[in-house]
């Protein structure tokens, strides 16, 4: 019963391409949120919903759209993927309140040809 | 804006030695949280502790032990008798609030600190 997962766990694909990966987590959590590490580690956010509701939107290029069909459930849509794009994609989650930590899933590589 | 510093980008011991992390942060809030997180070889990234700004007590589970001093904005994590399983990367992030949501917050991470930790 894993908590947050994502698929896929790889993605390869050429540039130019449209891709999305999938985010579901079990926990009944109110938030959601997409995280990117590049090549050298560093973690940044992308996007946050909090019930269903965009609350995070980083200076993230347009071709990254999220979607939240419920509170459980939050993908990431890219469009015309670049080289750039390639790194490791997390999604987390969390419940309500500023306490809390962040639970993460395992991850999405995704590497652009 | 929110930063966390990691100026330790790779640290390298011998199993048994101690070693400590560094993190330092910067913030305008007047109640934030802290947290560490560990990344080992297989990619996921594993909640360690998580500490609030109002509590300055440092905290031990197991070889692991946490220093928060607010006076220098640090939390520093230290491994006591390392082992081969604590080689990982170590993130220590600082929550950032978001302005009208009530209790949303997103992490702000520091760059990072690659452990390993040799037999």
């Known amino acids: 019963d894993t908590a947050v997962s994502q698929t896929p766990k790889y993605l390869v694909t050429q540039m130019g391409n449209d891709k999305s990966i999938k985010c579901e987590q079990n926990?009944?959590?109110?938030?959601m949120y997409w995280y990117k590490q590049d090549s050298k580690k560093f973690l940044k956010i992308m996007f946050s919903?909090?019930?269903?509701?965009?609350?995070i939107n980083e200076t993230v290029p347009n071709r990254f759209s999220p979607k939240s069909p419920d509170k459980a459930h939050l993908n990431l849509h890219i469009n015309s993927l670049e080289l750039g794009d390639s790194a490791v994609y997390f999604c987390?989650?969390?419940?309500?309140?500023?306490?809390?930590?962040?639970?993460f899933g395992p991850g999405t590589r995704l590497t652009v040809t | 804006a929110q930063k966390v510093t990691q100026a330790q980008t790779e640290i390298s011991v011998v199993e048994k030695e101690d070693v400590t992390l560094d993190c330092v942060y910067e913030?305008?809030?007047?109640?934030?949280?802290l947290f560490w997180y560990k990344q080992p070889p297989s990619g996921e990234l594993v909640f360690l502790i998580r500490?609030?700004?109002?509590?300055?007590q440092n905290e031990i589970s197991g070889r692991y032990s946490w220093n928060f001093q607010k006076s220098t904005s640090s939390f520093n994590f230290t491994i006591t008798a390392s082992q081969v399983v604590d080689s990982a990367v170590y993130f220590c992030?600082?929550?950032?609030?978001?302005?009208?949501?009530?209790?949303?917050?997103?992490?702000?991470f520091g760059q990072g600190t690659r452990l390993t930790i040799n037999p």
């Open positions: 987390a989650s969390r419940p309500q309140g500023a306490y809390y930590e962040q639970y």
């Open positions: 926990l009944g959590h109110d938030t």
């Open positions: 919903y909090n019930n269903k509701e965009l609350i």
């Open positions: 913030t305008r809030d007047t109640t934030y949280y």
């Open positions: 500490r609030n700004s109002f509590d300055e």
């Open positions: 992030a600082l929550s950032e609030s978001i302005a009208g949501f009530q209790g949303a917050q997103k992490l702000v």
